[in-house]
């Protein structure tokens, strides 16, 4: 993410925090995406926006308990949306378990949710890469190339593929360690 991009995200959680006019819609705005990604990868495209508007409406209720000085925006309202899937996937239990107790197996379980919500928090991290590290890093870990193979792919030399993922996976722990995960 670039300063600049920093700046506006930065701009975006402490105008959510005092609860301005336009407040609420700059939220949305640039985390709506990554929530309803969460909602709709755990619970399926039909109910994620009813969810993702259900963590908004929670979010913005809640918004004297978020503080930025202890974590981003995109974080909290991450945590909320674990939050609203759990119960979303509890309440669809209580019901397939009242229809048909077998069809409750289906069903994703919390800990589905956790890693989802983890998965979702390191491909955000990885967005903000710059572009070779990025690509490098998912060649690596997603595609499971060697970096011999990943080197011979891109047509960098094996000490830059290695430099890249190292350099790579550090600011991608530095990105998580902000957002306090």
């Known amino acids: 993410m670039s300063p600049a991009e920093t700046r506006v995200v930065d701009e975006v959680d402490a105008a959510f925090a005092r609860g301005g006019d336009d407040a609420l819609r700059r939220a949305y705005d640039a985390h709506g995406s990554l929530v309803y990604t969460l909602c709709s990868r755990a619970l399926g495209p039909e109910r994620a926006n009813d969810a993702t508007q259900e963590v908004f409406l929670s979010a913005w209720r809640a918004r004297d308990r978020f503080d930025p000085s202890k974590g981003n925006l995109a974080a909290w309202l991450t945590g909320i949306a674990k939050n609203r899937i759990i119960d979303a996937i509890r309440a669809e239990k209580r019901h397939a378990d009242r229809r ?4 409750s197996d289906e069903l994703p379980t919390e800990s589905d949710t956790e890693s989802l919500g983890d998965r979702m928090l390191v491909a955000d991290a990885l967005r903000s890469l710059p572009e ?13 190339l060697t970096h011999p193979q990943i080197a011979e792919r891109t047509n960098l030399p094996l000490g830059t593929v290695k430099s890249d ?5 550090a600011r991608i722990r530095q990105h998580l360690e902000q957002q306090h995960v």
């Open 100 to 103: 048909a107790p077998e069809s």
């Open 132 to 144: 070779r590290p990025r690509q490098i890093l998912t060649l690596h870990y997603f595609e499971d």
């Open 165 to 169: 993922i190292r350099r790579g996976l």
